[in-house]
């Protein structure tokens, strides 16, 4: 598996690169900021880049908007976005396009060489992962103890699930081969079962979709 | 009193010629007109001259009085007072001419002013005279008159011909005289209008006529007797508009009168400005008031007013009490002409002013403190991104890097144990490069030493830590409150890194003293100087920090003379 690594920091990226090659990975190149790692990506067509959220110039979210540029370049190339802090609203700009292929997790996760290894798989997989910290943040911890998936009905998790890959009513209507009306009404009905509070649509359907990743 | 014995006399002389003519009766008619005439000029000008003895116009309406007076020599028996009242009968005419065109300063304004006059002097001085040289006094004057004692040669064409010239001349003299005084009109403001409006308008009219006069002299046709009364009465009518002019400015003292009763009734002063404007006569008038705090001027709501330089057309006249100034009206250039009354205002509404003063300053001072408040708020904020910035860039980046070489360093214990050394040495060379980073952080965020120790150490632990040497002379008997320690810490720091980073120096010294209940931080560089306390630099919030505390920080960087930073601080 290939990926390339994208961080200001030297330290950070050559001692991710030294723990990726180390878990087996093969290091397609480096990046220290957001354009030279969409150039990289665009040359390299890796399986997934792992991308820091504060780069130069600016240090606020290049991370995030290249990660916005690659998925609209290349769409095939998972992202796993790394940072210091995690943001409950960089998940949902994140995952608003398909929570397919997309990872966000704290920096300090690296420390687990299984587990990264093991995200970064998932991620190149189409998968997703998300930080237990931003899952928190969006879905709650009150949730934390029971499965918030036991009460939709099997028709509504399959829906939900094709949702969590980014999927619109449309797609997933002409997938379950039901009305595009009958895919809203199921999608209502989750967003009442996991007692999701109103707010704009997109973030209703990130939110349903955070929540089965979490809860999977 | 002299003066006016004398133009009495020279009046009467006057007139006595005049009515003593024989061969033309009916011009006795003249005589009073031009007794009023020379009277008037002389007569104003002896006002003009006690009112403002400094100003030119006194003394050139008395001599121009008097060069009238002299015309009528030209009506007298002897053939020597005949010529000389030739030869100067038309010297009151330069006279008028700077009259008009010089007031109400009595200076000419430009080059081109002085050289209409210097023209109309030649015109009627040489060009006269070298006429009077070959002509004829039969011939060329009048047909009664006594023989012309200057003539040289009798040449009539000759006379003629330098006639005519002189005369043209004169017309276009007076032509360029009324496009002066039109222009000057056009670019005046509405004060400079008001001031000089009569006499402009007299001396236009006096021009106008005297052209028509001479053009229909020029052609042959002359004007007669009622021309004459006309040319009479409005040239009599510019000494009148003059004093008409100083009459007004003794209004304006009414005026004055009148503005204090207004302030009276409007003891808010509300409307001071307007109050002042219409006393003054200047609509455009603004009022600064002193902010002694800030060493400036500022408006009616506090907002910081510049006063005007010199040549932008305005002046400001500085309103004092008690050798303080608390306020300074700024007006049209125009009114300096009118000292007196600008004076007499200032003094009538001093009280109002230093009423209003007081309120604008007070505005000024809470625009001030509100300024000094969002820029601590701003400068809060700034330390706290850069703390972030910091640990961000700094000790997370080596603990995340630490967590990485123990995951690293994991992962081989199982397989290949001795591959693991070296990286959990690296691990703990990060770990000690974090803490020492992280040391430094909490350093800066509020040093230790200054808790436990006190200013003095604190002073001398950043001498010894400071990127140049640096010497520290303190004595400081006791601890001082800790806001005062630490702002007082915090400037002396700032001083020495911008000492450090921009000054080019060699040394530093700090020098600390507490005396009589103030502490007096002061750090000299010996460096190039030119510092400067601009918005962004970290003095400035300092001295807001300082002046939270009710002390102040004082800035002096002459450009190669080094810098010199001083705090002092109140400690109770």
């Known amino acids: 598996m290939r990926v390339v690594v994208a961080d200001d920091a030297v330290i950070l990226r050559e001692g991710l690169a030294r723990l990726l090659t180390e878990a087996g990975l093969e290091i397609a190149g480096l990046a220290a900021d957001a354009d030279e790692l969409v150039r990289l990506v665009e040359q390299q067509r890796p399986d997934v880049a792992i991308v820091d959220i504060r780069m130069p110039p600016t240090y606020t979210d290049e991370g995030l908007r290249a990660a916005q540029e690659i998925r609209a370049r290349a769409p095939d190339t998972g992202i796993l976005v790394l940072s210091q802090h995690v943001r409950a609203s960089y998940a949902l700009e994140l995952l608003s396009g398909g929570s397919q292929g997309i990872g966000y997790l704290l920096k300090e996760r690296v420390s687990d060489l299984r587990e990264l290894a093991s995200s970064v798989e998932r991620v190149a997989q189409g998968g997703s992962v998300l930080d237990p910290l931003v899952v928190e ?33 449309r797609a997933i209507a002409a997938q379950l081969f039901v009305t595009e009306h009958t895919v809203e009404k199921h999608v209502k009905s989750i967003f009442a079962t996991l007692r999701l509070p109103p707010s704009p649509d997109d973030h209703r359907r990130v939110l349903a979709v955070v929540t089965y990743l979490d809860a999977r | 009193m002299s003066v006016a014995l004398a133009a009495l006399m020279a009046g009467v002389g006057a007139a006595w010629l005049a009515v003593g003519r024989v061969d033309e009766p009916y011009q006795t008619a003249d005589a009073p007109l031009a007794l009023l005439v020379g009277w008037t000029f002389v007569g104003s000008g002896l006002v003009a001259w006690r009112q403002r003895p400094g100003n030119r116009l006194g003394p050139v309406m008395i001599v121009t009085g008097f ?24 010297v009151y005419l330069v006279g008028f001419a700077y009259l008009v065109l010089s007031f109400p300063t009595g200076r000419l304004r430009g080059p081109v002013d002085t050289a209409l006059i210097a023209g109309a002097a030649i015109v009627v001085t040489l060009v006269e005279w070298l006429s009077l040289l070959f002509s004829d006094s039969h011939a060329e004057l009048c047909s009664e008159c006594p023989p012309n004692v200057l003539l040289v040669d009798r040449n009539d064409a000759l006379a003629n011909g330098i006639l005519q010239v002189q005369r043209l001349s004169g017309v276009s003299l007076a032509l360029l005289m009324v496009a002066l005084l039109v222009r000057r009109w056009r670019g005046a403001t509405a004060a400079e209008r008001r001031s000089v409006a009569p006499v402009l308008l007299a001396g236009s009219a006096t021009v106008l006529v005297l052209a028509v006069s001479i053009a229909n002299d020029v052609v042959g046709e002359p004007l007669g007797q009622l021309g004459k009364w006309a040319l009479y009465c409005v040239f009599a009518s510019v000494p009148i508009a003059v004093l008409v002019v100083l009459l007004q400015r003794r209004l304006a003292r009414g005026a004055v009168a009148g503005l204090v009763v207004e302030l009276g009734e409007h003891s808010d002063g509300t409307d001071l400005r307007e109050a002042l404007a219409r006393a003054l006569g200047d609509p455009s008038l ?27 057309g305005r002046i400001a006249t500085v309103v004092e009490r008690d050798a303080q100034p608390i306020a300074a009206l700024v007006h049209d250039a125009a009114l300096a002409e009118n000292a007196e009354l600008v004076q007499s205002v200032c003094a009538a509404a001093a009280l109002t002013l230093e009423n209003e003063r007081l309120q604008a300053a007070l505005r000024a001072r809470l625009a001030e403190l509100q300024a000094s408040r969002a820029r601590l708020v701003e400068a809060t904020e700034s330390e706290r991104r850069r703390i972030e910035r910091d640990l961000h860039d700094g000790t997370q980046q080596r603990l995340v890097s630490l967590a990485m070489s123990l995951g690293l360093a994991e992962s081989k214990l199982e397989d290949d144990p001795g591959a693991a050394a070296p990286i959990v040495r690296e691990a703990r060379e990060t770990l000690a490069l974090a803490l020492a980073e992280l040391r430094e952080l909490s350093q800066g965020i509020y040093p230790s030493l200054l808790t436990e120790r006190g200013l003095e150490a604190a002073l001398d632990d950043l001498c010894r830590r400071a990127a140049l040497p640096a010497t520290l002379d303190a004595s400081l008997p006791r601890r001082v409150p800790s806001q005062v320690e630490a702002a007082a810490y915090f400037v002396a720091s700032e001083a020495l890194a911008n000492a450090a980073k921009h000054s080019h120096a060699t040394e530093v010294r700090i020098h600390a003293r507490l005396d009589r209940g103030v502490l007096r931080v002061e750090v000299a560089d010996d460096g190039i100087g030119g510092a400067v306390t601009g918005s962004g630099s970290g003095l400035r919030g ?15 960087s002459p450009p190669g003379q080094g810098t010199t930073i001083v705090v002092e601080i109140p400690c109770g």
């Open chain 2, 67 to 90: 060069a009238w007076f002299a015309t009528f020599l030209t009506d007298a028996h002897a053939g020597w007072a005949f010529t000389l009242g030739t030869a100067i009968q038309s």
């Open chain 2, 286 to 312: 603004d009022v600064a008031y002193w902010f002694p705090t800030g060493s400036r001027y500022v408006d009616r709501e506090g907002n910081r007013m510049q006063l005007p330089g010199p040549g932008s």
């Open chain 2, 542 to 556: 300092l001295g807001d920090r300082v002046e939270a505390l009710g002390g102040g920080l004082t800035l002096s």
């Open chain 1, 137 to 169: 943040q969006l879905v709650g911890r009150s949730r934390a103890g029971a499965d918030p998936l036991e009460h939709l009905t099997p028709r509504e998790r399959e829906v939900l699930s094709l949702m969590a890959e980014g999927r619109s009513n």
